[in-house]
Each structure stands twice: as structure tokens, then as C-alpha cells.
């Protein structure tokens, strides 16, 4: 098998991962319609009993969940809107589409986040209210805690994604400088009823982190955030007014986001439509049939995303040698989010990170590739999902006159990419189940 047909059976394994997370395919397992009852899940709501049923929500997938939501329930839905990431998303018919910044929040969203406030509170207790919730969903429903600023919101949010935090911590933060996150969007629901769909984006699958839990009482306090600044020493470079939040939130004075025993979430259903295991899942199927000894070998990849390429590169070496998991032809398949502690000043993301830092792992090792990229389509702020390499791609480097260690070392991995013809493009998904790994050995 030649070097170029391996690369495309990693390309096509990838995108049968996408398949069974696919939002239209995904609602459509869990949410479907008689005469007289809405099935989600393992519950149901008698449509007689309900006044109006409204749809509302936000991520890189709402608009594609919004559709399939659509097509169910067609004018049943009273009306809606969601907010999702620029570029994707659709026309639809009852919902209100707002395509906003991401990962940092910007005025667009702002408005989204305003107009999904107004949908939440005209619902009174015999509606329905569908939220559509999916990755992104933190940077793309910015609504500022009383005293806080837009710009306050987003220097703090470039500050933690900069600093090698984890999503979870990341999260944590948003929640208790938010209106709308950490239970609050069930809270101005009430008394009506709400039901999240959600596509996961989070290793674990904790509903508590998706979109930073818009419906899920939280468990992190203000006394945390602050820790999590401190940790990453950010407590001097954050805007003032957010520390005086937090600081206030400590002393008891900002009330804290809703915890389990709040009688509001007696009124919420949570339920998870797609998850980066059904991704790979789908993705060892895709394998198997093109002859490849498939390993699942984790979906909660976690860790400093040139640390773990190292890693991943020495059990791939491992097969190579015959001394792994598994024999030749072999594919591993891996998903979770990795993080970059941003040193340099280049252009990249952590699958472009992932994959340079893995290129430089296998360099001169013939018949091995390795892809890493986003199930969304988008990886950090470039174009590309990630990032396909293999063993001759810092000999491609070297003759386009790179030094790949260098450009690691300054976080500059899509240029690198781009030059040896390496980045992994698909424009966007319009899913989010986190990353996917395809490693390939002959």
C-alpha cells in the first residue's frame, strides 16, 4: 500500500466518525412525535397539555439540531432561536439563527445571548422549552454578570485559554462571571419545563461542563475560580472588576450559580445525543472494513498536546517494532482535548500542535500517519480541522526551508503545515464531540 493511500484511509476513517454525530442524525434518535405526545428520551410530554413549545440554544451544532428539531416538529414550535459559531449556520424556518465569535465572545453574541434570554422568560408553566445545547456554547452565549463588561468577559477568557487550563477550570470561570451559565438558564426558564439536547464536548460526557452546564446545577464556587486564577497566575493580569466579582462572590454578596438542591431542576430533563465514543466507535467500524487490526485506545485524552503526540508516537513506534498492543496493519484511534500553553507567536491549535510535534516523533519512519483534528471542522483560529502527517513530512519541511522544532517551539504549526501540505482541512462539521486521533501503521 502506498504512502498516499494510507493517508486517505486515514481521512476516511475520520469521516466515518463524524456520522453517527452528525446533529440531524443524533436528535433524531432521541426526539420524535405521535398526535398526542413529544418522546425524548426516555420520557414523553402530552402535547395537549402544553401551550407552546420553544426552541432555543447555542454551540457550533445548535443550527444543525435546531433543523432536525424542525423537521419533527414542524409548527408545533412556537418559536426560537440559537447561536452558533460564524460560518455555521442555516436557514430555518421557525428558529432564529445568530452566527457569533468563538472562542472569544464578541457583540454578536451578546445580542444572541439577549435573544435567547427574552425566549426563556416569556415561557410560563405550560410550555415547553428545547435546548439545543453543543460545543461552543461557553463562548457563544456571553450574557456578563451584573457589573461586568463584554470586554471584561473576553480578556479573561483569552487569558485562561492562553494559560494551559483545562476546559473544565475554564469553564468554572465562565459560569460565575455569567447570567446564563451554570444552571442559570434553567433557572429564568422557570416554571416552565425545559429539555437540553446536547452533544458532548467534554471528556467524561459531565453535563456539568457541557457549554459550561446552561441547565445543570453547579457545583463550583467563586472560592474555586479564584484558585483557578491563582493558579495559573492570572489574579494580577485580569480586568479588576472580575476579581472584585469573585471577591464579592466569596463574601456572600453576588448569589452563587444554582446548586442540586434547587427545586428548579425538578422541572429540567438533561439528555446527551452524541459523544466522542460513538465517533469512534463508528471510526474502528471504518477501520476494520479496510483491513486495519483496530485499537480504541482512549476518549479522554487530556494533557499538554506535544506531550501526548510524544506519547501516542511511541506506542505507534512500538507496533512498528512488533512489540504492541496490536499487529499490522494497525490503526489507533484516540478522542478527547488536549490544551497548548501558548509560548510563542504563531498561528495554530492544538491538532496542528499535535500533529507537527507528532511528525517530529516519526520523522524518517516510512509507512506511518497520523491525524489529529477537531470533530467541528476547526482547530484554534485558522482554517483547518488539524493536521495529517507521516514520516516525510519534516524532510518536507526541510526542503520548503523550515525548522520544525523552531516553528513548534513558537506554537507556529499551521504555517509549517501548510507548506508541507499537511493540514488537515473539511470546513466546518457543524458537530463537536471533541478531537479524534487516526493513527495508522503498516
Known sequence: MSLEELRLHAREIFAAGLKPVDPQAAVKRFLYVDSRRLYLGDRYYDLTKLRKIYVV???????????????????????????????????LSKIEVVEAGHPVPDEAGLCGAARVTEFLQRAGEPDLVLFLLSGGASALLPCPAEGLTLVDKQLTTQLLLKSGATIREINAVRKHLSKLKGGRVAQLAAPARIATLAISDVVGDSLEDIGSGPTIADFSTYTQCLEILRRY??????????????????????????????????????????????????????????????????????????????????????????????????????????????????????????????????????????????????????????????????????????????????????????????????????????????????
Open 233 to 442: 497566575s492570572l489574579h494580577q493580569k485580569i480586568p479588576a472588576a472580575v476579581l472584585q466579582h469573585l471577591e464579592r462572590g466569596i463574601r456572600g454578596e453576588i448569589d452563587e450559580t444554582p446548586k442540586p438542591s434547587n427545586v428548579i431542576f425538578q422541572k429540567v430533563q438533561n439528555i446527551i445525543v452524541g459523544t466522542n465514543r460513538q465517533a469512534l466507535e463508528a471510526a474502528k467500524l471504518r477501520a476494520e472494513s479496510l483491513g486495519y487490526n483496530t485499537l480504541i485506545f482512549s476518549h479522554s485524552v487530556e494533557g499538554e498536546s506535544r506531550c501526548v503526540a510524544a506519547e501516542h508516537t511511541e506506542l505507534v513506534r512500538r507496533i512498528k517494532s512488533n512489540l504492541g498492543p496490536i499487529s499490522r496493519p494497525a490503526c489507533v484511534l484516540l478522542g478527547g482535548e488536549t490544551t497548548v500553553t501558548i509560548k510563542g507567536d504563531g498561528v495554530g491549535g492544538r491538532n496542528q500542535e499535535y500533529a507537527l510535534a507528532a511528525a517530529l516523533e516519526i520523522d524518517g519512519i516510512d509507512a506511518i500517519v497520523v491525524l489529529s483534528a477537531g470533530t467541528d471542522g476547526t482547530d484554534g483560529p485558522t482554517d483547518a480541522a488539524g493536521g495529517i502527517v507521516d514520516g516525510l513530512t519534516i524532510q518536507r519541511a526541510k526542503d520548503k526551508g523550515f525548522d520544525a522544532p523552531t516553528y513548534l517551539d513558537r506554537n507556529d504549526s499551521y504555517h509549517l503545515l501548510q507548506a508541507t501540505g499537511d493540514l488537515f482541512q473539511t470546513g466546518p462539521t457543524l458537530t463537536n464531540v471533541m478531537d479524534m486521533q487516526v493513527l495508522l501503521v503498516l
Open 57 to 91: 440554544g447555542c454551540g457550533k451544532a445548535a443550527a444543525a439540531m435546531g433543523f432536525a428539531v424542525e423537521n419533527i416538529l414542524g409548527d408545533r414550535i412556537s418559536g426560537g432561536v440559537v447561536v452558533v459559531k460564524y460560518g455555521h449556520g442555516l436557514v
